[in-house]
């Protein structure tokens, strides 16, 4: 069995993780939305004016700390009026499926889920197609408290308060679907929308520029040169770990090979990369690290399981999943002082979500219970931490062989492990700088790589509780087992 060796000072505190670090994703893409969280009010599926009840709880289980929304590619289509009041106009989905749907599901409900959740609404506005006025205007319903026009008229739809809004992107992918800008065009641009979008709600809203695509450092570049004193508090980052690295054949969620999840393992490491490198460029504008990384979309992308509609972007979830979920939950928490959110995609039924549902039936998937095991971090101060430990050679392909994050609240030390290999346990040595360690208690997520939790009620892949260490002259001495992810809370 290898060995490795863990050594943390508690006492050198280096940032708090944000846990907005922890939230998600909610596009108007598959069924994520319509028959997914929002299932209408005269559906027999247990719900709060057309909002599963289940799915509510499910995520307040593993509090949600903000939530993305419309999109994705869907958000610089998207015209907010269309969505309020009692007569909507369809829209046709362009981006996924070709779908008409009935917008029923609009801006008071996205609002209204966020409450129910306590978590923060970021909305992603219209730059793509979207006018300056428009996106003005919908910042005028959500948070005007007087007897203004939109504010008026958000009142006699029947919401008197105006909601909060925490976070406003301005555009999505505008290298790509929103508009296939240039970056220089693209900074023109935000200036323009950004100067115009007022919170009347008297409460911080922290404007998002749209960020690169994985590793186009240009853009980055190009985005804080001209944009780093600009009302901008932070820019977005977007990577999607593909197993194959090939988008016309990515590989699929069930039925994967040793190679093919040594190459999931290798594509989503390369997180880390791009955030140092980003993180780098950034610095040279902003020292003080007064503007954001978020990380609002990351994930794996299969291909579809066979039989689903292509546009719905539906795939199951694995052991796998787990433990790219562990490993890149842990290299935000390190990159903390940078990375202020991140966002799963997607929340529900696309992509790597945490849930999925078959009409009445609800899944908590493999992901759902790395977010639960890992609440511990929220909200936590990173500390000062070293890892000393072995590298896989695997198909050609070198990863190191254990991913990790540390954090101190509340005078309790608080570590998550995941092992990345496939067939080989790994001894680790957890040692305190400042303290003898005098108690432990352990969590572990282990099956099979190819598990994965199903509608038949079957849950293999789910929390346990570890008793593989023991505490020896104040040290702790652990077996982490191949492809797990594993925490542990240390006093």
């Excluded at 289980?61 to 909507?88: M, N, Q, S």
């Excluded at 996924?96 to 996205?110: A, I, L, R, Y």
């Excluded at 493999?366 to 095991?373: N, Q, S």
Aim: charged share 25%; net charge negative; glycine share 8%.
């Amino acid at each position: 069995m290898k060995t490795a060796y863990l050594k943390f000072d508690s006492t050198k505190k280096l940032s708090k993780i944000n846990k907005e670090i922890y939230g998600h994703f909610s596009e108007h893409l598959g069924r994520c939305i319509y028959n997914g969280i929002y299932v209408g009010k005269d559906s027999e599926i247990p719900n709060t004016n057309g909002i599963r009840n289940d799915v509510v709880e499910a995520l307040k289980e593993i509090k949600t700390p903000v939530l993305r929304w419309p999109g994705g590619c869907f958000a610089d289509e998207y015209h907010w009026l269309d969505g309020v009041g009692k007569e909507r106009k369809s829209i046709l989905n362009t981006n996924w499926g070709g779908v008409v749907e009935d917008n029923s599901f609009g801006t008071d409900e996205f609002f209204n889920l966020c409450e129910m959740l306590d978590c923060k609404p970021y909305l992603a506005g219209n730059l793509g197609s979207g006018t300056v006025r428009e996106l003005a205007s919908w910042l005028e319903y959500i948070t005007h408290w007087g007897d203004s026009p939109m504010g008026l008229m958000r009142k006699e739809n029947g919401r008197e308060k105006p909601w909060r809004i925490d976070y406003l992107g301005i555009g999505n992918e505008n290298w790509g679907c929103g508009g296939n800008m240039r970056p220089e065009y693209y900074a023109d641009e935000y200036r323009k929308f950004a100067q115009f979008a007022k919170n009347y709600n008297n409460q911080d809203m922290v404007k998002v520029a749209c960020g690169p695509n994985a590793d186009d450092y240009y853009w980055t570049e190009t985005i804080m040169k001209n944009l780093n004193t600009w009302h901008t508090g932070a820019i977005s980052l977007h990577y999607y770990t593909v197993p194959t690295g090939d988008w016309s054949h990515k590989g699929a969620a069930l039925s994967f090979d040793d190679k093919e999840y040594y190459q999931t393992i290798s594509s989503t490491l390369f997180m880390d990369e791009i955030i140092t490198k980003h993180s780098a460029i950034m610095d040279k504008y902003d020292k003080d690290k007064k503007i954001g990384l978020i990380v609002d979309e990351w994930g794996c992308w299969y291909d579809v399981e066979e039989g689903t509609n292509p546009g719905f972007l539906y795939q199951q979830n694995t052991m796998r999943d787990a433990i790219v979920a562990g490993i890149n939950l842990n290299i935000f928490n390190s990159h903390s002082d940078r990375v202020i959110m991140a966002n799963l995609a997607q929340v529900m039924n696309v992509l790597q979500s945490v849930l999925l549902s078959d009409g009445e039936s609800l899944v908590k998937t493999p992901t759902w219970y790395v977010f639960k095991m890992f609440l511990r971090h929220h909200e936590a101060n990173l500390i000062r931490s070293s890892l000393a430990a072995p590298e896989l050679d695997k198909f050609d392909k070198t990863v190191p062989m254990l991913s990790y994050s540390v954090s101190e609240k509340d005078s309790k030390v608080f570590l998550t492990v995941t092992n990345c290999s496939l067939d080989e346990d790994c001894e680790l040595l957890i040692d305190s700088e400042t303290f003898g360690i005098s108690s432990a208690s352990s969590e572990i997520i282990c099956t099979d790589i190819h598990a994965f939790n199903d509608f038949d009620g079957s849950e293999p892949v789910t929390i346990k509780e570890n008793s593989s260490y023991e505490i020896i002259n104040g040290k702790l001495k652990a077996v982490i087992p191949a492809h797990s992810v594993v925490s542990f809370e240390i006093a």
